[in-house]
């Protein structure tokens, strides 16, 4: 497959025709996503995502398709771990559902942003350093197990993105604003949704530097990398909306995403020794998290 400027162009064109699409047409009314919505938007998504696929293992061969689709796979399962930190934040600040789904739409528009900067340079690094990989698994490897571990309750207050910004930043008083600013004393100031926009950002940020180099250990190409990790990102929005209030009862899922990075690092790690070919890391990936959401489906919940 020959990727070429006007690819990468066309691509990006069609990313902010997807958005501005979602933002006028779909999201006229700032109010809350219901359920059937959330689900008809999230297998709209999905089903790009496949169309796109498809089109990468028609020009570029099936070993091309399955990389994009693993890489896919493993930023979209990622970003359920973002989806419970991100109901954690919206709790802590109270913001209500239409809030969430204007926040949620700057913050995917951020991460896009972000994702592309970091694609940009993980594959110049490994061009030039093809040893950086080792570092890339080493990292992935110890994000898994510190999130095998990981404590289940977190202080979003004092998390360092919010404690920076309360400290740096001149925040409103307002506690139910409609604005990101607002002038107050003759000065323009932040309101709480431009705080909690920052924290989203960060946190997408953090969660990013799992994600994007687990993505590098399935493929070395550039354009994969981005593509399945923003057609993950684009659906982040409506797969917030649909599994919010499920996520909690899955059980297991944090145990599953920290079993797909163990593995996904040391596969980078052995990549030298050993070479894993990318369906047996499909396979992989998709059943270790089947077995987690399985698990945690049968899991009996205790009576009160």
Same mark, same amino acid.
């Given at each position: 497959?020959?990727v070429?400027?006007?690819?990468?162009?066309a691509f990006?064109?069609?990313? +902010?025709v997807?958005?501005? =699409?979602d933002?006028l047409?779909?999201?006229?009314?700032?109010r809350?996503? #219901?359920?059937?919505?959330?689900l008809?938007?999230t297998v709209? &998504?999905?089903a790009l995502?496949?169309?796109?696929?498809? &089109?990468?293992? #028609?020009?570029?061969?099936?070993?091309k398709?399955?990389? =994009?689709?693993t890489?896919?796979l +493993?930023e979209?399962?990622?970003s359920m771990?973002?989806i419970?930190?991100f109901?954690?934040?919206f709790?802590?600040?109270?913001i209500?559902g239409?809030?969430?789904?204007?926040?949620?739409f &700057?913050?995917?528009l951020?991460?896009?942003?972000?994702?592309?900067?970091?694609?940009?340079?993980?594959?110049?690094?490994l061009?030039r350093?093809?040893?950086?990989i080792?570092i890339?698994?080493?990292?992935i490897l110890?994000?898994?197990c510190?999130?095998l571990?990981?404590?289940?309750?977190i202080?979003?207050e004092?998390? &360092? /993105?919010v404690?920076g910004?309360?400290?740096?930043l001149?925040l409103?008083?307002?506690?139910q604003?409609?604005?990101f600013?607002v002038?107050?004393g003759?000065?323009?100031k932040f309101?709480?949704l431009?705080? /909690?926009?920052i924290i989203?950002?960060?946190?997408?940020?953090?969660f990013?530097l799992?994600?994007?180099p687990?993505?590098?250990?399935?493929?070395?190409?550039?354009?994969?990398?981005?593509?399945?990790?923003?057609c993950?990102?684009?659906?982040?929005? #409506?797969?917030?909306?649909?599994?919010?209030?499920?996520i909690?009862?899955?059980?297991?899922?944090?145990?599953?995403?920290?079993? /797909?990075?163990? =593995? +996904?690092?040391?596969?980078?790690l052995?990549?030298?020794f050993?070479?894993?070919?990318?369906q047996?890391s499909?396979? /992989?990936v998709?059943?270790?998290?089947?077995?987690?959401?399985?698990?945690?489906l049968?899991r009996?919940?205790?009576?009160?």
């Open positions: 497959m020959a070429t400027l006007t690819t990468w162009i990006t064109a069609g990313v +902010i997807l958005l501005l =699409f933002l047409v779909l999201r006229r009314e700032e809350s996503a #219901s359920l059937l919505e959330s008809a938007t709209g &998504w999905i995502a496949a169309g796109f696929g498809l &089109w990468i293992a #028609s020009s570029g061969g099936a070993a398709g399955l990389e =994009f689709l890489g896919y +493993i979209y399962t990622l771990d973002n419970f930190i109901v954690l934040i709790a802590s600040f109270r209500t239409a809030q969430q789904h204007r926040l949620l &700057w913050g995917v951020g991460a896009l942003i972000m994702r592309g900067v970091m694609v940009g340079a993980g594959a110049a690094l061009n350093f093809e040893w950086v080792y890339f698994g080493a990292y110890y994000a898994g510190s999130m571990f990981q404590k289940e309750e202080e979003i004092k998390q &360092w /993105v404690r910004a309360r400290w740096l001149p409103s008083a307002e506690s604003p409609r604005h600013m002038r107050e003759g000065r323009r309101t709480l431009a705080l /909690v926009l989203i950002e960060g946190t997408d940020l953090v990013a799992d994600s994007v687990a993505v590098f250990g399935v493929t070395r190409d550039p354009f994969i990398v981005y593509t399945s990790n923003i993950a990102i684009l659906g982040l929005r #409506s797969l917030y909306f649909l599994l919010a209030g499920a909690k009862h899955l059980t297991y899922l944090h145990i599953g995403l920290a079993a /797909v990075l163990i =593995f +996904i690092g040391a596969k980078m052995a990549g030298h050993y070479s894993i070919s990318t047996v499909l396979c /992989v998709g059943g270790i998290l089947g077995l987690s959401v399985v698990a945690s049968l009996k919940t205790p009576s009160t």
